[in-house]
């Protein structure tokens, strides 16, 4: 099946500092989402983006599907970004429309 | 509007047992997803119901996992005679268009089972 890596796997940031989180994955995608999930355990569904660019307030996110890849930005972090990042991908071909996650990276945002 | 809602929160049994973890999708939305998720990992896909039928069960681990979706709706996960391995947040997902353009999943806050 798609492989889904991501990197950093753990990041410590100073509040006010940005950062980029980036996503591989192994063969051509229908769907990808980014999600945070809170410290309760909620995901939170930040981005829909199987291709191009897309900004929502500090956070922005590209997909270059033809070079299987994607990157989330978070500007001017707060605490309140801590949490962990997934992001998730539906194949083109052969694979249902299941959602394949990452393992995720860990952010902890620090005053 | 309201979101993918899962109750019971959390659930407690003993080995052996059997469980029911019960999800409600957001109104409106024809597929519904479960997925179980480990500490310190990522979700895994479980099982996807377009309608009342099961599309693809494919990530069901074995023949104790069961779900169903009679009215096309709430949908309910069992799991029969259940070992300490199962212990799992167990989510639920639902999405708009069955399929192709703009699956957008949406996930609930998920049933966190413990067996003892």
């Known amino acids: 099946g798609i492989q889904v890596e991501q990197s950093p796997p753990d990041l410590i940031l100073q509040e006010g500092a940005n950062s980029t989180l980036r996503c591989n994955f192994s063969d051509s995608v229908n769907n990808l989402q980014w999600f945070h999930q809170n410290p309760w355990g909620q995901l939170i569904n930040l981005f829909y983006?199987?291709?191009g660019t897309k900004q929502n307030g500090r956070l922005s996110a590209t997909t270059v599907a033809t070079e299987r890849y994607s990157l989330l930005y978070i500007s001017s972090s707060q605490t309140t970004d801590s949490g962990v990042y997934f992001c998730a991908v539906e194949p083109l071909r052969g694979g249902g429309n299941k959602l394949t996650f990452g393992t995720g990276t860990q952010l902890k945002v620090e005053l | 509007g309201a979101g993918v809602s899962q109750t019971p929160s959390n659930k407690v049994t003993e080995k052996g047992k059997y469980v029911e973890l019960r999800c409600d999708p957001i109104?409106?939305?024809?597929?519904l997803y479960w997925y179980r998720q480990s500490l310190g990992q990522g979700p895994e896909f479980l099982i996807y119901f377009q309608g009342t039928g099961a599309a693809d069960d494919s990530g069901l681990p074995n023949d104790r996992f069961f779900a169903v979706r009679p009215e096309g709706s709430v949908s309910t996960l069992k799991i029969q005679r259940t070992e300490r391995g199962d212990s799992a947040v167990y989510l639920c997902?639902?999405?708009?268009?069955?399929?192709?353009?703009?699956?957008?999943?949406?996930f609930g806050p998920g049933t966190r089972l413990t067996v003892t």
């Open positions: 109104s409106g939305h024809t597929a």
């Open positions: 983006i199987p291709s």
């Open positions: 997902a639902s999405s708009l268009y069955p399929t192709g353009s703009r699956d957008e999943q949406y």
